[in-house]
Structures are given as structure tokens and as C-alpha cells.
């Protein structure tokens, strides 16, 4: 009898034991769901951005009037430009060659007399020299066939010249040619008819004229085409064989919003226009398309008439980033 009570007593604590296992387990499994969900809860927060971030803020410096001024600040408005392309060349002065002659005796014989020497200006009709002819032994005259300069000279008297050989260069300088030379990705940008600026200092100093003629080919070894300018040269101003720079007027066009290209800035990955708002200055993002050496196109971002920060934008820029960290200006 003792012996089943003990077997019963067994039993019954394997069961109940059992059965707290169980119902152990399911409280465990719910108090981990809750954490679950609650650590679900806190990723989701964390990952979503806060409402300051979202938020779209005017980004602005505010000056006393007399900052602006010391900051040299300069503004204007927002307008309509035509905006020129240039592209830049090098070149090379040369003599217009329709006007540039090379002279040769008439008879061989023996220089008598040289009448001039490199660099002397002649007119047409002018003796040269004077050659004693081998066969009649009377002299005649070497003249000048045109009005011009002399950039050549081969003979001295007493010397024997033949009647094949090249004694004398003139070249009528008052008009020369610019000869540039233009490379394949630039072929074309260039067209007949073009304004050119020549110079071979300060493009201030330049002077302007057309390209009047393009090669047809490229030349077998510096694989460039040549573009030909006219330049009038009666003050003697430009010397074959100095090199020169150009810059040609490429292309030409109207847009409805310039600004200056110191007015746009680099700013938190973007570019903006600081426009003027009474004393503030606020940056406003923009789109920038064709742009030349002074104006830029604006796409997005500005309006007609809008006052922007034409020059020292880059101040009011170094201002923002200054607040940015603690310091200057509120904003």
C-alpha cells in the first residue's frame, strides 16, 4: 500500500512539475515578444529624421551697413544678359604672302653695288643693288617690284650671283595675317566670319578682326588646321614670326537670369546666390547653366529683379560658416 502511495506522490509531481515548465516557457515567450516590440520601437525612432532636420530654413547673415562697406560687398539685380563664349588659341604672325616677294638676279654676275640692308623700308622702283652681268659685261640695275620692307638679304659686292639664286626678300607689312592654330575638338567651334581678339600680352591691349579663312586640311605633323586673321599693320606693331594668343568669339546667346560667377558659392554640397534682404543676406540654392568668363546662367533658384551679392560673396559665405560653429553673426 505504501508502495503506490509513493508511485502516486511521483506522478503527481512529474505532472505539476510539467505543467510549471509550460507555463514558465509561455510567460518567458511574452515578456520577450514585449521587449521585442518595444526594441522595435526605439530602431524605428532612432532611424527616423528629426522634425528640425526636415525642416526647410532660410540659411542668412545679418550686417550693419557699415560691414557691408568695409567688406567691400557689392550688390546687383538679377537680369537678362547675352552671354559670349571664347576659346582661346595660340598662333603665330606671318606676312600676308600675296604680298611678299623673293628676288632673283635677270643675269648672273658679279654684285657691284648693295644699295640697302635687312629691315630698310623701300618703295617700288627702288635699285637694290647693282650687278654686272657675266655675259655682257655691262651692269644693270636689281629694283624693288613692290612698296614694302626688306626681310631678307643675300648678296654683297663682289660677290658672284647666278640667275637662279634668291638675292632678296620684300614683304609689304601694312597688313599682316594671324596665322592660329586650331586642333581637332576645337574644329567645330570655328567658323569663317568669327570675331577673333588678337594679342601677345594683355588681352586688354588686343586687337579685333575676323577669321577670314580655315584650312580645309590639317597640317601631318602638329595634326591642326590653320584659322587666318587680318590685322592692319601700318604702325608696325606686329612683327612676322611673333607669337601671339587669340581668343574667338565661339557662340552667343540670351538668358533670362545672369549673375555674376563670384556671386555663386560652394555651399553644403550645392551652389547658392546670396540675395540681399535689407541688412541679411540669405543663400538661396540655384542651378547654374552656360556660363562665360564673367556671367553664369541661373535655371532654378532666382527671379528677375532679385538683388544679389554681385561681389564678396565669399565673405558672406566665410560669415555663415563662422556662425555655423558658434561665432559672428546671428542668423
Known sequence: MESKKKILFLVVGIVIGAF??????????SALSEVHDDTQGVTELVNEPSTEENMHGEEKVTLSENE???LGIVSEKVSSKKLRQYNDFTGEIVPNPDKLVHMVPRFAGIVRKVNIEIGDKVKKGDV???IESNESLVTYDVKSSIDGVILDLHMTPGELMGDHDHVVTIADLRYVWAELNVY???LMKIKVNQNAVIYFDKIENGVSSKIFHLSPTLDEVTRTATARVRLNNKNGYWKPGMFISAQVLTKSINVEHAVTLNAIQNYEGGKVVFVKDGLSFIAHPVTVGMQNRKYAEILTGLHEGDVYVSEGAFVIKSELLKESFGGGHNH
Open 184 to 186: 581637332q575638338k576645337d
Open 68 to 70: 557691408i562697406t568695409e
Open 128 to 130: 637694290i643693288a647693282v
Open 20 to 29: 510549471a515548465m509550460f507555463l514558465g516557457s509561455e510567460l518567458f515567450k
